[in-house]
């Protein structure tokens, strides 16, 4: 009886050929590869793309999601949402975030478009800057890394070459090409750091109440800026940064022509 029963689930197998194939292929490869036979793909079931993770699709990735969530919300995990991978692959490619945020801001400062090259020094320095300024409102909430980390890679240094050269063309020597660059950096820095921190208040921070010490000391003391902290904070930040780059270009060019 037991051998007949051995022959009849042989027939019946044989009758369902594509189904006992498939039960057989999983059980042996579970076995040689010690997985579970449900975890094996299927014949007609499509795989899972495999996603191929680079330095720069990851750091792509991670200033996606700066862009939308800010810079503490980016994490390891969070990031390897973002590109449908585990986190150990990440860590393939980057050590930890400081890694990958400093990636960012290659990404970033290789946004900045070079200039028309029949433009003289004076144009190419303000189609930089004003190019510099742009990415940076592109990416708000990436912006303060640009000055965290400095340019690095080949891309990110474009513009630092087109600085260089356009200050050398000019005329500036070795020393001089050096502080002219170190101050447009600084300039636009500065300005950065002003513009997306909100730096100058609306308002004295000292309480003014009626019966205060303190409002007796402002009215006093500080007649200009009690008058002028209003004005100063209503500055549009377009027109401020052209106005302080006009008066940085202005002083290299009498730099210049000494």
Known sequence: MENARARRARVDEAHDYPSAWRRRSQDETAEQWGSRPSLLPVPGRVPMPHRRLTELSIAAGALAVIDVEGIDAL??????????????AVYHHFADKDAILESVTQLLLAEVEPPAPHLGWLETTQHVMCSLRSLARRHPRAAPLISRFPPRTPDALVFVEIFLRALRTAGFDTAATARAYRALVAYFVGS???????????????RRLPDSLDHISISRMLPNTSEMIPEVAAQDPDDEFRFGLELLLGGLTRQLER
């Open 75 to 88: 994490t390891i995990r969070r990031l390897a949402v973002e590109l449908g991978v585990a986190p150990t």
């Open 192 to 206: 950065l750091q002003i513009e997306f921190t909100d730096f100058f208040p609306k308002e004295l921070t000292a």
